[in-house]
């Protein structure tokens, strides 16, 4: 499976942020990506503006549109966007939105489960949590949807790939910081060997290196997508800019990696039985 992972950079404006969609939509199908991925927060960039005054369903204008490039391109498109929630908080969803083979499409969303409260920033302001994980299937393979501080959580990647994941995807505006790099870089590789399964990771573009002013403290991206084996080991990585990076994974690998070390059919004690994935 050929899976694209475009490392763009969002800005506050959601219709500009939707052409970005649609030019990286076209490069991929181009390339015959079956997949592309993009960041989360891609319907508009964090500290850009008010979230709740953008934030539509699904069925909305925005994700009409993406949908329609999609179907309009034959490839599945998983996007960040945000959806309305209660209490004037809104939901920080990845959307699912394509063809997933056999004829058959797919138009759903992902909302993110861990927010990120941390370095200063409290994205529980503004967002209300999702509750549940989701497992879509792409040409008989399942795809595991995650966002940005998911990654921190091992029990969701273990929870995925009991679900069926094969591959995982996990789409993000990582913050800035000192090690941050290093820190997305080594959790990817730790949840790829956690599930056995590839990760593709997936980030904004970095601010400082496109040239783009943004506001101190939100977590605009540092680049650096990256897809990581079942084995752990780095297959692919960006730099700091934006780019569409496109990446092969063979599922035959997965299995191989399960047969040699099954850690999924030998684990006891689950993340789950402690409580760390929401139900």
């Known amino acids: 499976m050929r899976i694209a992972a475009a490392q763009i950079l969002t800005g506050r404006d959601p219709q500009d942020n939707l052409r970005l969609v649609r030019e990286s939509v076209v490069e991929a199908a181009a390339q ?15 500290g850009a503006g008010r979230l709740d005054e953008i934030a539509e369903p699904l069925d909305g204008p925005w ?18 966007m945000f959806t309305p929630g209660q209490g004037g908080r809104v939901r920080n969803t990845l959307l699912v939105t394509g063809p997933t083979g056999g004829g058959d499409e797919i138009h759903t969303g992902y909302d993110k489960i861990h927010l990120f409260d941390a370095f200063g920033f409290a994205e529980s302001d503004t967002v209300e949590p999702g509750d549940e994980t989701r497992v879509v ?3 008989g393979v399942g795809v595991g949807l995650s966002v940005c501080y998911d990654i921190r959580f091992p029990g969701q990647y273990t ?16 913050g800035a910081g000192p090690g941050k790099i290093d820190q997305w870089r080594l959790l990817a590789q730790a949840r790829a060997l956690d599930s056995t399964t590839f990760l593709l990771a997936v980030g904004q573009a970095d601010p400082a290196v496109e040239g783009v002013e943004v506001k101190r403290g939100a977590p605009t991206g540092v680049g650096h997508s990256l897809l990581v084996g079942p084995d752990g080991t780095v297959r692919s990585e960006a730099g700091p800019g934006a780019g569409l990076m496109v990446v092969e994974v063979d599922d035959d690998e997965v299995t191989d990696i399960r047969k040699t070390i ?18």
């Open 262 to 279: 099954p850690v999924l059919a030998n684990g006891r004690v689950t993340e789950e039985s402690r409580g760390e994935v929401p139900r």
């Open 32 to 46: 015959s990506a079956r997949i592309v991925v993009f960041p989360e927060a891609t319907m508009r960039a964090f």
């Open 159 to 174: 929870a995925l790939a009991s679900a069926g994941a094969r591959v995982t995807l996990c789409s993000a505006s990582w």
């Open 63 to 80: 994700a009409t549109a993406v949908a329609d490039a999609a179907r309009e391109h034959e490839v599945l498109v998983v996007v960040g």
């Open 137 to 139: 299937t792409v040409d």
